[in-house]
């Protein structure tokens, strides 16, 4: 049992380790695309840099919330390609698991994902959301008055 507790604590912090790391490129990417987007509505305002990287930080969060079910689905894909790519698979069938208690852990730690998304980044994203309105429509505004008064 001890060893099967060990294995199972190693699969888990792998396969958190495989889904941070492929949400981390998934904001790091929706950041540049989203900071592109933004810098591409300013262009013509004469406006810091700083608005369109807050804007960019606000709006992001909302985009990896969207995806997360093909973050998920990624995560589960490359964590046992790795796994069967470096025969620990096989090793962990040798000592003993089945197929399933091979399987049992990742899927359960994407449910609690889910249920941990749903539950706490979801009204964070929404809180997020409507902070980036507020300030794209304050600075819209603020830029109209200047140009046409």
Aim: hydrophobic share 55%; net charge neutral; with cysteine.
């Amino acid at each position: 049992m001890v060893r099967s507790f060990i294995i199972n604590s190693y699969l888990a912090k792998e396969f958190l380790k495989v889904c941070i790391n492929i949400s981390l490129f998934f904001f790091c990417l929706g950041f540049i695309v989203n900071l592109f987007e933004e810098i591409n509505l300013f262009k013509d305002y004469d406006v810091s840099i700083n608005v369109p990287i807050v804007l960019s930080l606000l709006f992001v969060p909302s985009l990896i919330y969207n995806i997360f079910p093909f973050v998920v689905l990624l995560t589960g894909i490359w964590f046992f390609l790795k796994i069967k790519r470096t025969d620990e698979i096989i090793a962990m069938k040798i000592s003993g698991m089945s197929s399933i208690s091979i399987i049992i852990i990742p899927s359960l730690l994407a449910i609690i994902l889910g249920i941990f998304f749903i539950t706490i980044v979801n009204p964070v994203t929404s809180v997020l959301v409507k902070k980036y309105e507020s300030i794209a429509t304050n600075e819209n505004n603020f830029l109209i008055n200047l140009i046409f008064c």
